[in-house]
């Protein structure tokens, strides 16, 4: 269920007595493949009781969710804040696993608690787990009682900053506190009503180039929002039993979804694709514009984005060749290093294995550079003749066997060229062994 370098961040998580920290990826596993078995099991036999096992399952995972998420929530100075995050959102879905396809109610955000798959959301984002973040908001469910229209906003905006769809949280209307309630209530509206402010002012900080004051045309900090929601949440009353000691009044909900947006606002600024800083031979104002239309879809790198960066990728001059499964992120990594290229005024060729391929990468690309008025061409015409003189636009898509030919033809053709991408190189290779993962090779003629 986990991959080598997943199994280490969970081994480096926080110990906690009792726990084999070497055995928990495992662990995990065993649960979400005993939680499956048995929803295959009891499937369309409802009302039947959980297994003693399977009880303890649950169980076990409600109680690690709950162990690590305090950490997290409490101690947002430790450095192995993520792998704790990672460890309680993972057991959080696997507990939520064994109420899928059941008749659950709304999520909710009351006085006293907050849902799980709104508090795994989360904490996927503050473990750089985006992709797992995402899938995980996918569960939050909004209410429609006109009587929660506060917290239905938080949550929608909840939902959609996990999925990524950072300019629609800012479009999340900003409701009127409900009338007719208990003042009790209206208190918890009230202070979820200020988490949302701040996780709209969240949203524009991920998507902004650079954190400025107020007065210089900035937005409030988001963590002003959270950390006014803290102080509010916690009141500390008259010594009413006559003991001497302190009485508090908390709102523990709003208290802890405070601490938890504080974590994201922390932790994931450094994975904002809008804060990569424009490569050697690009001007900011060239850099600026492209990765801000990337964001809009792309807003967040993952850890083996920001790695690859970091060790010098986008350089010019720098070849690489990346190996990710499936889903892992090879074309956002693929896309910075055209945008590269073209801004230094360089060609591209980028080889893709099939006439499939050829045609949906080109639309990809055209998709992310066409505004900036680059022309991205899906292949060479097939009636171009050998007399013919071809000039290269400035990227291409196109299969190695005609890149070849025309390269044997009109080496002239390719003399600005400054990057070429390969996708997929393994299946050009005819080695008749299905590769497990796919490659991407980047890097100058």
Known sequence: MFDPITAAIIASSPRLSGLDLEQLPK????????????????RGQ????ASESLSRTLLEMRRLAAAYESYVALLPDRENR???AFVAASAHQVYLLSTANLDRPASYLDGASVSPEVCASLLFLVAEAHADAADCAKRISIPTDPQRAVEAALLTAIQRFCLGRLNTVKRVAVPEL???MEPGEIAVSALYLELLKGVRHLADRIVSRADLDVADGGIEAPSSFFNRVKQLSVGQLEDL?????????LFPGPLHLANLLLAVDRDLIGSA???IPAPGGVSEDDWWPVIRRMARNRPYLWRNHREAIASGYLNKGTSSAISFPTGGGKSTLAELKIATALLRD???VFLAPTHALVDQTARALRSTFNAFEFDIVGDIDDDVTFSEIVVLPEAIVTTPERCLMLLTTQPEAFADLGLVVFDE???SQGCGEKPTRRRCHVGRP
């Open 46 to 49: 409802p009302g039947i009781e």
């Open 82 to 84: 993520s792998a704790a």
């Open 27 to 42: 662990r995990l596993t065993q649960a979400f493949a005993e939680i499956v078995a048995a929803r295959i099991q009891f």
């Open 425 to 427: 190189c393994l299946a």
């Open 273 to 275: 694709l809008s804060r």
């Open 241 to 249: 039993l006559g003991t001497g000691n302190p009485v508090f009044s």
């Open 346 to 348: 360089e060609k591209v």
């Open 178 to 180: 409900p009338s007719g």
